[in-house]
C-alpha cells in the first residue's frame, strides 16, 4: 500500500523523468520502460498513476502549461495596476521564461505539438493553450486599441511568439531570451504606435 501524501510526490517524479527522458532519446523512444528506469520505479507504477504512456504525456504537457501560467502571473502580478504595455510584456517574458525555453521543455512542447494533430485529448490541451495566449493579449491590446484591431494584434503577436519559441526550438543552440523579447517587444511598440499617431 503506498504511503500517504506519496502521489504527489511520485507524479513530479515521473513527470520529471518524462521530460529527462524525451531530452534524451525523443518521444518516441522514450518508452514506460525508460522513463521508469529513469525515474528509479517499476513500469507498473507508471501505469498506477497515469495509465499509460498518453496519459504521461499528458500530465507532463499539464505541468507545462501550469509553469507557464505560472510564470506569466508571477510577471503580472508584480505590476500591481501596471498599463496595458508592461502587461503585455509581462505576458511575453512569461512566454520565454526558462520554464518554456530549457532543452526538455522545449523537446516536449514540440513532441506535444506534433502528438495533438492526432489524438483528440491533446488537441484539447493545445486549444486551451493557445486561446489562453490569445485571450491573454486581446484583453491588454483592447485597452489601448479598438476591437478589430486589438483582435489583429493579439493574434499577430501570438504567432510571432510561437515562432519565435519554434525557431528558437530548432535551432539546435541555446535559446535566445534576450534577442526573442527584443523582437517581440519591437512588434508590440509598433502595434501600439498605431494608436498613438491617430
Not at 166 to 179: H, K, M, N, P, V
Request: hydrophobic share 45%.
Amino acid at each position: 500500500m503506498p504511503k500517504v501524501g506519496m502521489q504527489p510526490i511520485r507524479r513530479s517524479q515521473l513527470i520529471a523523468a518524462t521530460l529527462q527522458a524525451v531530452d534524451q532519446v525523443g518521444m518516441g523512444d522514450a518508452s514506460i520502460a525508460y522513463i521508469a528506469r529513469l525515474a528509479g520505479v517499476s513500469n507498473g507504477i507508471i501505469s498506477h498513476y497515469f495509465q499509460d504512456k498518453d496519459g504521461l504525456l499528458d500530465a507532463t504537457m499539464r505541468h507545462l502549461m501550469q509553469a507557464l501560467s505560472q510564470a506569466v502571473r508571477d510577471r503580472r502580478a508584480a505590476l500591481a495596476e501596471g498599463s496595458p504595455r508592461a502587461h503585455l510584456r509581462a505576458i511575453i517574458d512569461g512566454n520565454f521564461d526558462d520554464s518554456q525555453v530549457n532543452g526538455p521543455a522545449m523537446k516536449t512542447w514540440l513532441a506535444f505539438w506534433a502528438s495533438s494533430m492526432h489524438q483528440p485529448a491533446l488537441r484539447r490541451l493545445q486549444r486551451v493553450n493557445d486561446h489562453r495566449l490569445y485571450s491573454n493579449l486581446c484583453c491588454q491590446f483592447r485597452r489601448l486599441l479598438p476591437v478589430a484591431e486589438a483582435r489583429s494584434a493579439a493574434r499577430g503577436l501570438a504567432a510571432l511568439i510561437d515562432g519565435l519559441w519554434l525557431r528558437g526550438a530548432l535551432s539546435g543552440d541555446r535559446f535566445d531570451i534576450q534577442q526573442a523579447l527584443g523582437i517581440a517587444y519591437d512588434y508590440l511598440d509598433l502595434q501600439l504606435e498605431k494608436d498613438a499617431s491617430r
